[in-house]
C-alpha cells in the first residue's frame, strides 16, 4: 500500500478541474495567508519557547487557546511540503526551515516535545490525556516530518520525531512499569502506522496498535478506567468536565466508553472517530499487504464496516457532512440530521469530512468497492471544498446545511483553533493520492502485471515506475464533475498486462458507455460498483473513452431517511449538492426558512463562469432554475397553542399559493458564500 | 382572589365524569398506595431523625436520592388533607397527624426544618441553594401546613412552618447582613404567596418578592451572580456541576441567567420556570386585589405573557405537555418538538404540565381570556391524566408522545424522584377549584352583586356564600368531554345580579347554541373567548343550557407547525388528544414509527367501557378507527448513504401501497398503557 500522502507524487493534473484550480489557489494564496496568520498569532516563532500573552489567558479550560498550536504548524509544513514538489516558493521553504529549526531546538533532553508543557505548565506532562491533547500534537508532528523528508531528503525533522516516540513508547505500554493510557484526541496512531510503513520503525507499530487496542478498557489502569484513574490523581471530581462533555462520564465523547471492538455504533466527537478507525484500517492494511498479522482480523474488519455504515446510513448529511451536534462536535441521534442551529444542529466540520476521506481511501484498500468511493466523492466535492473560499483566504470549520441569523453562511479568516484550514491546504497537496491507486506485483506466469484503480475523475496523469525499471502511465481527461465523457490513455511496457477498475459512480445509476467496448459483453457487469478493464482490453486499446450518458448529469431531487423526519427535498447535478443563496435570490430574508420546492418543477441548468478577488483563473460552473414558493405562515397567530386544523383534503396546515411561485436560483454548495449577499443559505426546501 | 386550592371546597362533583371518577380513585386507592411506598421507603418516619440507609449512597452527586424527601411527605399531606374534606379516612387522618408530630419534633430550636442539613450533613446548611432544594422542601411544607390548617382547623404545622420562614427571613435579604440568595427550584415563592394571602404573614410577601426581584441579579453578592460566589465559597470549579447543566455556567438551566423580566424566552428547567412564573402572576394578582402594589407592574404582566406564549407557541406538544429535552427536564429550541427518544427527546413531565395549570388559573384572574383555560384544559384531560393508571397505583413522570425500545409508553409504581405522584393527588384533591372562579362585590347601585367564570365542563355544583349571609349555587351538568350539552342551575338571592361568563372552547371553532337565547342578539358576541350572561339574563333564567352542536366533537386531524419538521398528523376528539397503542392495533411491533394516516380518511367512533382491575366504576370512553398504512423502507438497503432519488412526481422516497391499508385503532392519549400490550405507542403519524 501506498498512502496517497506519498502516492500522490505520481499524479500530475491536466487542463482545468475544480481541484486543479483549488491546488493552484492554495499553492499561490492560502500557504501564505496562513503563515502570515501564525506570524500574527504567535503561532510562528512559539518554538522559541519564549512567553507569549496568550498564554495568560486561563479563559478557556481545559483547553487553552494555544494548546494546538504544535499541530497548526505541523499540518502547515505537511502541505506546504507537498506543494513545494510541484511549485518551488522561496519564502515557504524558508519557512519551513525555520520551524523546523525551532522544532529541533525546543526538543527536550529525554526527547520530549510540547509547546504547552515546556513553556506553560513544565511540570504537567502525561497527567491529563483525556483533555490536553499532547499525543495528538506529536502525531501531526510526525506527518509532518514524513512529508519534509519526502521533499527534502533529510531528517531534520524525522530525527527528533523518532526520539520523541521513543521516548512515548517508553512511557506507554502495557508493561507494568508504565502507564496503560491513550490519546484524548486520536490522531497519533496513524501518524506512527505512517511511520513504520514509510521507514520500518517497529517502536511506532507496537504503540500504535497499543493505543488503539488498549483504548476503552475498563480495568486498565490499576483496575480502573484510564481517564478515571488519571482524574483522580489529578483530584478532580468525576462532575468537573469540559463543555464538551454531555455528562459526568461521558467517555463516548473520546471513544473510550468500551473498547472499540465492542462498540456498536460510531459516537461522540467526529474527527476523533475517524482519526481512530482510519488508524484501525492502516493496521489492517498492514496485514493485507504482508506486513505484522492483527489478532482477531475479522473483528476488526467487521467493527470498521458497522462503525461506517452506521455513519453513512444514519448520521450523514446530503453533503457528506457528519457531527449533527455542536457541543461535542459528533454524532447525535441516528437519523437525528437538521440543518441548522435553530432546527436543532448541523455542524459538520470540514476536518471531519476530510477524515472520512482518510478513511474511504484506507477501506478502498481492503475492500474494492465503489460505495466507499462514492462517499469520498461526496465528501470531497461538498463539505469540504466548501470550507475555503475561492480566494483561498477565508474558511469555514461548520458547514450547516441551512444558515440563520445567529449562524449565517459566512467565512472566517482564521480560528483561535485553526485545525480546518491547513488540514485543507495539506489534503489538497495530496488530492492526488486520492484520484486512484495501483499497485504492481510479480505475475504468476512470470514477469510483472499492473493494475490501477480510478476512484474519481478530473483531467490528470498518473506515472509510475515497475520495479524492473519499466513505466507506466495513465492519463484521464473530462470535463468532470460538469459533463461525463473521460477520455483515457495508457502507457504500458508491452509485457506488463495491466488491469483497469474504473468506478461507476452511483448517482450515474450505472449508466455508462465504454468506447471501444469490451468484446466480452454487451453490457459489461460490474463488481462492486467498478468496471474492469482486463489486460486484453488494455493492451490492444491505449487509448479510449468512459461516458456517462447527460440523463447521468441532470439535476435530480433527493429526499432524506423518512427517520430524519425531514419533509426536505434537496437538489443535486452529477456529485455535487446544491443550495440557494440570497446573492442569488434577492427576495429571500429568512434563510429560505419557509421556501417550498416540489420535486417535478422543470429545472433549467444556465453555465455561469465565477471570476472574483484573488481568483487566478475564470472558473465555470453551473446554476440550476426552478420554481419555488414561500409558505404561509400568517394562520399561525400568536398564543393559541402548537397545533392548527388541517385541511381534509390536503392534510395541510396551509395551502399553497401556486400564482405566488417565484424563480429560485441554486448553485453547487461548494460555491456558497462566495457571492455577497446577507450568508442566506439552505441545501434543504420543504418538499410541497 | 380565592387561591383554587382553598375554593374547590366550594365545589361538589356530582354525576359522573372523568375528573370526579379519578378523584374516587385517589381518594380510594391512590393516597394509600403512596402512603404505603413511604412506610417502605424510609420516609415515612424520616422526621424521627434516625440514620437510614439511603442516606449512605453517594452515586449521586449533587442530589443524594432522600433529598426530595421533605417535598413528597408534605405534598402528600397537602392533597390528603383536601380528600379528607369530603371522604373521611381513619388511616389517613392517624398518618397525617403521626407526620405532622414528627415534623414538629424535627424542628431545630432557631426555626430549621430541613432532613437533609439536620441528618446527614449537618453543618451544610444554605451552602448549596443552587442545587439543594432547601427553599423548595420549605416550599412544599408551607403548602401542606396551608391545606392542614384548613381541614384540622390547628395550627399544629403551621406555626412550625411560619417559625421557618422567620429564620429565611433573617438569612435572605436585601440588607447587607444578609445572603442575596434565592433558591435553585423555585417553589418557596408561591408557597409564600399563599401564606401571606390566607395568614397575612407579611415576612412571607417579602420575601418571596425579594427571592423573585433578585433572581438573575448579575452583581447581586458581593459583586458576583449569586450561585457563581456561593460555589466559589465551596471551592467548586465552575466546570465541576450536575448533569442537568448542559455547559458551566449555564444558569438558564434554573432561570437565574438574567433577572426575569429581561428574559426573552422562557428557557430551562420546566417545573422550576413555571412555579416561578405562578409565583409572579401571584403577586401581580395581590396587587390587582388590592392589596400589596408591584413595582414595575406592567413589565412583569409583559414578562408572563412573553414567556407564556413563547412557551405555548414554540415549545408546547399537542397534548399540553411541555419539555422536550429530558438532560435538563426542560425546554429546547423553538418548534423543537420531536416525539420520542430516538427522534432527540420529549420529556413533557407530569409536573409542568400540572404547573401549567396553576399559572394559567393564576393568569385567568389577571386577564379573563380562555386562550389561558384552553392550554389550562389540553394540559388537563392530556398530559396530566395520563400519569395515572386507572387502578390509581401506577404512575408516569414522563409523557412522551412517542414509545420506543428503550422507553416504552409503561408506568411505574415510584420513582426515587417522587414529585409526580404526590404532585397529581394534590391537584386532583383541589381540581374543583379550577372549574370556575367566583367573586361578590358591593354593587354601584348598593347591595352585593356577583359573578362566576366558568372555565371547564364537568358535573359539578358551586356553592358559595355572600357577605351579607345568602348563598349562591351554579350547578353544570353534562357528559363533558364525550358530548356538548351542558345544563346549569343557578340559585342566587333575588336582589343579587349575577353575572355569568361561560368559556367557549377555542376547538368547538366557537359554535355554539344558549338556549333560552340571549334576547340581545342572535348570535351573541365573545370577549376573549367567553360568552357572558349578564345579570337581566340570569335573574330571568335559573336554568338554561348551553350545546356545542355535534359537529365541534367531530374527531378533528390536527398537523404541527412547520418549524418542527414533523411531517405528522394527529387526532382529537374534543379536548383529547388520541394515540395508537399495540393494545389495540397487534398488527404494530415497531412502535407505529413507520405508520402513515391520511387525513381525510374515514373516521368511525365507538363507544367503549373500561372496566379494570382495581377500578371502581365503569367508565366510558370512544375510541376511533380509521385507515393507516406501514411505510415500505426496505428501498434504505445498507451502506449506500444518506439520501435516496425523490420519485419524479410524489416527490416521494417510496409510493404508498394503497391496497395495503390497515384499519388503526385510536384512544385517548389519557387512557394509554392501561390495557396490557409491549408498551408501543404513538400519538402523531407520518401524513400520507
Not at 528 to 537: C, E, I, N, R
Not at 599 to 604: F, M, N, T
Request: charged letters at 20%; a negative charge; hydrophobic letters at 35%.
Amino acid at each position: 500500500m501506498a498512502y496517497p500522502q506519498v502516492a500522490f507524487r505520481n499524479t500530475t493534473f491536466t487542463g482545468k478541474s475544480i481541484l486543479a484550480s483549488r491546488r493552484n489557489t492554495v499553492a499561490g494564496t492560502t500557504l501564505k495567508t496562513q503563515l502570515d496568520q501564525f506570524k500574527q498569532t504567535g503561532r510562528y516563532d512559539c518554538f522559541e519557547l519564549k512567553w507569549h500573552p496568550t498564554y495568560d489567558d486561563h479563559s478557556m479550560w481545559p483547553v487553552p487557546k494555544h494548546l494546538f498550536w504544535d499541530s497548526d504548524l505541523a499540518k502547515w509544513i505537511e502541505g506546504a511540503c507537498y506543494f513545494l514538489e510541484t511549485q518551488y516558493d522561496e519564502e515557504i521553504d524558508e519557512a519551513i526551515q525555520y520551524l523546523v529549526q525551532t522544532m529541533r531546538s525546543a526538543q527536550q533532553e529525554d526527547g520530549y516535545l510540547n509547546l504547552h508543557y515546556t513553556v506553560v505548565e513544565p511540570k504537567g506532562r502525561w497527567s491529563n490525556l483525556r483533555d490536553m491533547h499532547e499525543l495528538y500534537n506529536c502525531g501531526h508532528l510526525i506527518e509532518a516530518a514524513l512529508a519534509h523528508r519526502n521533499y527534502y531528503k533529510n531528517d531534520l525533522l524525522l530525527e527528533p520525531m523518532v526520539k520523541y516516540v521513543k521516548l512515548i513508547s517508553n512511557t506507554f505500554g502495557p508493561e507494568d512499569h508504565k502507564l496503560h493510557g491513550y490519546p484524548g484526541h486520536p490522531e497519533i496512531e496513524l501518524a506512527l502506522l505512517r511511520l513504520y510503513t514509510e521507514t520500518g520503525n517497529n517502536d511506532a507499530y507496537k504503540l500504535a496498535r497499543y493505543f488503539i487496542e488498549e483504548r476503552g478498557n475498563p480495568t486498565g489502569q490499576n483496575g480502573e478506567m484510564f481517564y478515571d484513574w488519571e482524574a483522580r490523581q489529578r483530584n478532580d471530581s468525576p462532575w468537573k468536565r469540559s463543555d464538551a462533555y454531555k455528562t459526568a462520564g461521558a467517555h463516548w465523547y473520546n471513544q473510550s466508553h468500551a473498547p472499540l471492538l465492542e462498540q456498536p455504533t460510531i459516537e461522540g466527537h467526529a474527527v476523533r472517530a475517524l482519526y481512530l478507525l482510519t488508524a484501525v484500517a492502516d493496521l489492517l492494511c498492514i496485514e493485507e499487504k504482508g506486513g505484522i498479522a492483527m489478532t482477531r482480523s475479522a473483528e476488526w474488519l467487521a467493527t470498521l464496516h458497522r462503525l461506517w455504515d452506521d455513519m453513512v446510513d444514519r448520521k450523514m448529511s446530503v453533503t457528506g457532512g457528519v457531527g449533527a451536534i455542536e457541543q461535542w462536535e459528533g454524532f447525535g441521534l441516528p437519523y437525528f440530521l437538521p440543518q441548522s442551529t435553530p432546527e436543532g444542529g448541523c455542524y459538520n466540520e470540514t476536518c471531519a469530512s476530510i477524515a472520512i476521506l482518510f478513511l474511504a481511501e484506507r477501506l478502498l484498500h481492503l475492500d474494492l468497492d465503489s460505495r466507499y468511493a462514492d462517499i469520498m466523492e461526496l465528501c470531497l466535492y461538498n463539505n469540504v471544498l466548501t470550507a475555503m473560499s475561492l480566494s483561498g483566504r477565508a474558511f469555514t470549520y461548520v458547514n450547516q446545511l441551512g444558515s440563520s441569523s445567529t449562524h449565517p453562511s459566512t467565512r472566517e479568516d482564521w480560528f483561535w483553533c485553526a485545525c480546518c484550514p491547513p488540514n485543507y491546504s495539506r489534503l489538497m497537496g495530496s488530492i492526488g493520492g486520492y484520484l486512484w491507486d495501483y499497485d504492481v506485483t510479480k505475475a504468476t506466469e512470470g514477469g510483472e502485471e499492473a493494475c490501477v484503480n480510478v476512484h474519481l475523475y478530473a483531467s490528470a496523469t498518473l506515472t509510475f515506475p515497475t520495479p524492473s525499471g519499466d513505466t507506466i502511465s495513465l492519463s484521464q481527461s473530462s470535463d468532470f464533475p460538469w459533463s461525463g465523457t473521460i477520455s483515457f490513455t495508457l502507457a504500458a511496457p508491452t509485457d506488463t498486462p495491466v488491469t483497469l477498475r474504473l468506478r461507476i459512480p452511483s448517482w450515474t445509476n450505472n449508466t455508462f458507455v465504454l468506447d471501444p467496448s469490451l468484446p466480452s459483453s454487451k453490457s459489461p457487469t460490474l463488481q462492486k460498483g467498478y468496471l474492469t478493464l482486463p489486460p486484453s482490453y488494455t493492451s490492444s486499446h491505449s487509448s479510449f473513452t468512459l461516458s456517462f450518458p447527460p440523463s447521468s448529469f441532470e439535476p435530480r431531487w433527493l429526499v432524506p431517511h423518512p427517520y430524519t423526519s425531514q419533509n426536505t427535498v434537496f437538489l443535486a447535478r452529477g456529485p455535487l449538492v446544491y443550495c440557494a443563496e440570497d446573492a442569488f435570490n434577492d427576495w429571500e430574508t429568512d434563510h429560505f426558512r419557509d421556501v417550498v420546492v416540489r420535486p417535478g418543477s422543470k429545472i433549467v441548468e444556465e453555465e455561469r463562469v465565477w471570476k472574483g478577488e484573488g481568483q487566478d483563473e475564470e472558473e465555470k460552473y453551473i446554476a440550476l432554475r426552478t420554481r419555488a414558493w414561500k409558505r404561509d405562515l400568517s394562520g399561525w397567530q400568536s398564543g393559541v397553542g402548537p397545533v392548527r386544523q388541517a385541511d381534509s383534503t390536503t392534510g395541510e396546515s396551509t395551502t399553497l399559493e401556486l400564482d405566488n411561485s417565484r424563480e429560485i436560483v441554486y448553485i453547487p454548495y461548494y460555491l456558497r458564500a462566495n457571492s455577497g449577499g446577507q450568508g442566506h443559505m439552505r441545501v434543504g426546501m420543504i418538499r410541497g
